[in-house]
């Protein structure tokens, strides 16, 4: 299994990006999807999830500002996020959770948000 994820960049504070992870190796629409950042010095959190039924979670600190979505017909899980802070600068990474417990991970991509 494989996720490639893309879309990270450079970006000022109120900006907005969207991130997407292409997953092969895998039946995709078969697999839970959520994005999870690392910032410097601090601990990966979680920041959204879909699952196979396309129910979604978000951080309290991104609702409203994130939307995640999932096309299954592309094998592509997105994150749109809007209205960026500079609190949201870190390594977003794709993971992926399969129908056994197994998870998998993207390489990451960087996001930074300029104040």
């Known amino acids: 299994v494989q996720l490639q994820a893309s879309g990270g960049g450079l970006v000022q504070a109120g900006g907005s990006l969207r991130l997407s992870c292409v997953v092969s190796?895998?039946?995709?629409?078969?697999?839970?999807m959520g994005w999870l950042r690392q910032a410097p010095g601090k601990q990966r959190e979680l920041v959204a999830t879909?699952?196979?039924?396309?129910?979604?979670n978000y951080a309290d600190s991104v609702k409203g500002r994130f939307t995640i979505s999932r096309d299954n017909t592309k094998n592509t899980v997105y994150l749109q996020m809007n209205s960026l802070k500079a609190e949201d600068t870190g390594v977003y990474y794709c993971?992926?959770?399969?129908?056994?417990?197994?998870?998998?991970w993207g390489q990451g991509t960087q996001v930074t948000v300029s104040s």
């Open positions: 993971n992926l959770r399969s129908m056994k417990g197994r998870q998998y």
């Open positions: 190796g895998t039946i995709f629409n078969l697999n839970d």
């Open positions: 879909i699952d196979r039924d396309a129910n979604i």
